[in-house]
């Protein structure tokens, strides 16, 4: 299984129930196939309600399918216990929040290092200063030592996003990245992942509501009553979704 | 567990008023711990030292003397109406080899045979009645260190000296020097001078006890040679029963504890121990839910934080270390202020107090309840910590 070369995701016939076995059972996601390269940049659209959040928690692991399987960086997900989970989303995973989500107790520059140091420990040198390269990278170098609570929304989310690069993950996932920011900071944060996108090669899933966002990425997968029913490249050659059983 | 410890004091130290409050009430808690348990153990070693300052940890004396019924034929039927046979003073058998043989047994530290019995002191007109105490002086103030209570004069018992107590010597009208006459039911009789006055500080044994010398008491109560008891005291006053029963198990002797000749003691002791503990226990237990509680909170209020710290890779057994590691932190720094409050207290009553008794501070008091308190935390941490670990990130990401 070359991790280099192969999909850095892999879904087939990908599904999630919630309450499975109670009355109230109700299937969200009704068999998704989607893969994933390196390099791609691809936005999640659909109408609220369709499913993009509970796919994206399925995605980054946070959350298990209730049936098909979930293949990151060639490894068949479905049936790790918790811990393995955890390692794996630690390790090849990064997200960036709509609130950004960063833990007040600890400065920016902290926050950073945060995924490095609950895998590793104490950082080393070169930790910190993977981490100050991440913050300059985000133009943030001034404010390492400042709380979050002391930054503005958008400095925040920048933050957010030099944290989940930290361990140079191999997919990004974002839901609503720029969900709460202004057009112009907005902008910003975009620029930002589409430049790291670039430069480490992390694939990227966006979930957006923003259309214009949606156009400014390589792919838009559009996801409706859980059901993909365009962007998924298995569509590309040919075949048709599969219809909702 | 760097990191854990790293997230759990940020935490407590984000928490400022939280965290100085629930301190402050483990640190109440923990004082009058120390204090009451330091009190009450001087309050009994107070009362075990006055107790066994005036009787040895063990009495051995023979055996009651019982009678003797002839075993009868078979077919008969025999009813006996009897009386308990009357004590007559007796010595112990070969008492120098018992005593001997009590000296090199381990955990004994002092031996000292006793010919005890009574008599009337008489002088003039006035006559009291007494009891005659005759012994070996050097061995007799290994058992009790009377020569600490003398008021006047030596406790030198030896041929025609005598010493007596305050209130005997008040009563004949007795100074240093002065001569009283000893009789006993034996129709002996003797002068003797008084060469010291004792205050043990028990009115029994101050107007009662006349110390004469060994030999005296025996040609006195008619029992040359012989000794009626031996006290004997032991290193570890807590052991006095085993030692007791060893003894007696190796002689035919009756052999006393002072636990079993002071039950009412030993009972009254029990019961302050037990309601000390149980103060002790009930202060621990709601200290234990004080940290439970605004750990309780802490979680609720970090939900959110607590679903990104596991979405970014933390492990459940990280996050439930998180908080244990919390109520420990709390338990250990709450206990040591409460430790130095403790003892406070016990030199504010050892200066100002009543000065009845002195507080000794038991060595491993302080350590004891710093790590007992630490304990405590961890476990009042178990069930808030362990609700952290379980909450399950896409939900607690999202939670408000």
Redesign the interface.
Same mark, same amino acid.
């Given at each position: 299984m070359s991790e280099e070369n192969g999909p850095v995701l892999q879904l087939s016939g990908l599904r999630k129930s919630y309450n499975v076995g109670l009355p109230t059972e109700v299937e969200v996601l009704h068999g998704i196939d989607l893969t994933l390269h390196r390099h791609d940049f691809a936005a999640l659209i659909g109408p609220s309600g369709s499913g993009k959040s509970t796919l994206l928690n399925v995605i980054g692991l946070l959350d298990a399918p209730t049936a098909g399987e979930l293949y990151l960086l060639g490894q068949p997900t479905r049936l790790m216990d918790d811990a393995a989970r955890t390692a794996l989303r630690g390790r090849s995973v990064g997200f960036v929040f709509q609130f950004h989500h960063l833990i007040e107790a600890f400065s920016a520059l902290e926050n950073i290092l945060m995924p490095w140091m609950v895998t590793h420990g104490r950082p080393d040198r070169a930790a910190e200063d993977q981490a100050r390269a991440l913050l300059a990278d985000v133009g943030l170098e001034q404010h390492a030592q400042k709380k979050p609570s002391q930054l503005s929304g958008g400095q925040q989310q920048r933050v957010a996003i030099a944290r989940a690069l930290m361990t140079r993950p191999a997919l990004l996932l974002a839901d609503e990245p720029t969900g709460n920011l202004d057009t112009r900071t907005a902008a910003t944060v975009f620029e930002l992942l589409r430049r790291f996108n670039r430069e480490y090669g992390c694939a990227i899933l966006v979930v957006t509501h923003d259309p214009r966002l949606a156009e400014s990425c390589d792919r838009t997968i559009q996801l409706v009553d859980g059901v993909i029913v365009s962007g998924d490249d298995s569509l590309q050659s040919g075949r048709m979704p599969q219809p909702d059983i | 567990?760097? =990191?854990e410890s !790293? *997230?759990a004091l !940020?935490?407590l !130290?984000?928490g400022k008023t939280q965290t100085a409050l629930i301190v402050v009430g483990i640190a109440v808690g923990v004082a009058v711990i120390v204090f009451i348990t330091a009190m009450v153990t001087g309050l009994q070693a107070n009362l075990i030292e006055r107790t066994l300052g005036t009787q040895a940890h063990i009495r051995v004396e023979p055996l009651d003397e019982v009678n003797q019924v002839l075993p009868v034929g078979p077919g008969i039927v025999q009813l006996i109406l009897e009386d308990k046979r009357a004590q007559r003073l007796r010595s112990i058998n070969n008492w120098p080899q018992v005593r001997d043989t009590l000296d090199t047994l381990p955990g004994i530290v002092a031996v000292s045979p006793v010919m005890t019995g009574p008599a009337m002191a008489r002088r003039g007109d006035a006559v009291e009645s007494v009891a005659l105490m005759g012994v070996d002086p050097e061995r007799y103030q290994k058992i009790i260190p009377i020569e600490q209570d003398m008021i006047s004069g030596q406790f030198r018992p030896g041929a025609g000296d005598a010493v007596i107590g305050r209130l005997l010597a008040e009563d004949l009208g007795l100074r240093l020097g002065g001569k009283l006459r000893l009789e006993t039911g034996k129709g002996a009789s003797t002068v003797v001078n008084v060469v010291g006055v004792f205050e043990l500080g028990v009115r029994e044994l101050d107007s009662r006890y006349v110390y004469v010398d060994l030999k005296q008491a025996q040609s006195l109560l008619d029992l040359p040679g012989g000794v009626t008891l031996i006290d004997v005291g032991v290193a570890d006053i807590f052991g006095a029963d085993e030692i007791a029963n060893r003894i007696g198990s190796l002689t035919d002797l009756k052999s006393e504890s002072w636990m079993q000749s002071n039950t009412q003691l030993m009972n009254a002791l029990d019961s302050q121990r037990l309601s000390t503990n149980m103060i002790s226990t009930f202060v621990a237990i709601s200290v234990a839910f004080g940290i439970a509680s605004v750990l309780a909170i802490s979680v609720t209020q970090r939900t !959110?934080?607590i $679903? =990104?710290? +596991?979405?970014? $890779?933390?492990? +459940?057994?990280?996050m439930l270390r998180v908080f244990l590691l919390q109520g420990g932190v709390l338990g250990m720094a709450g206990s040591a202020i409460g430790s130095v409050a403790g003892l406070g207290l016990v030199a504010v009553f050892n200066n100002l107090g009543p000065g009845l008794f002195y507080i000794p501070l038991p060595p491993a008091l302080i350590p004891v309840a710093v790590a007992a308190a630490t304990l405590t935390g961890i476990l009042a941490a178990a069930v808030p910590a362990w609700r952290a670990s379980r909450l399950d990130?896409?939900v607690a *990401?999202r939670y408000v």
């Open positions: - | 567990m760097w =990191i !790293r *997230i !940020r935490f !130290r984000q !959110r934080e $679903g =990104i710290l +596991r979405a970014i $890779g933390t492990t +459940r057994e990280q990130p896409v *990401i």
